[in-house]
Nanobody, 130 residues
């Protein structure tokens, strides 16, 4: 089992930046690819970004490419999402999740969804004001 805890959310004006962090504990961190999802009020949860277990190779939804960067530190068992040029449409609760190794590579190659997520955090709220 893996326990995930997100942090770093908050209120930021449009055009601003935030850095989210997800700390993992429990099972071996490098067993998993890691991803970020978000869910806005009244909408379904959607994929945002993912990174391979090696830390090399990332995959993003089109609307965040060039604005968001995902990274991971396998020694510290953390994954981060650096968000810049934030827009009101980025407002959501952000969740980190684990997935089997290879999930990110497959998603990038096929264009299909990333997942399924195995472990999930409780989420952190990001609010972007216009």
């Amino acid at each position: 089992q893996v326990q995930l805890a997100e942090s770093g959310g908050g209120l930021v004006p449009a055009g601003g930046s935030l850095r989210l962090s997800c700390a993992a504990s429990g099972d071996t961190f490098t067993r998993y690819d890691m991803g970020w999802f978000r869910q806005a009020p009244g909408k379904e949860r959607e994929f945002v970004a993912a990174i391979m277990w090696t830390g090399v190779g990332a995959y993003y939804r089109d609307s965040v490419k060039g604005r968001f960067t995902i990274s991971r530190d396998n020694e510290k068992k953390t994954v981060a999402l650096e968000m810049t040029k934030l827009e009101p449409g980025d407002t959501a609760v952000y969740y980190c999740a684990t997935a089997e190794r290879g999930t990110t590579w497959t998603a990038a190659k096929t264009g299909r969804g990333w997942g399924p997520g195995i472990h999930w955090g409780q989420g952190t709220q990001v609010t972007v004001s216009s």
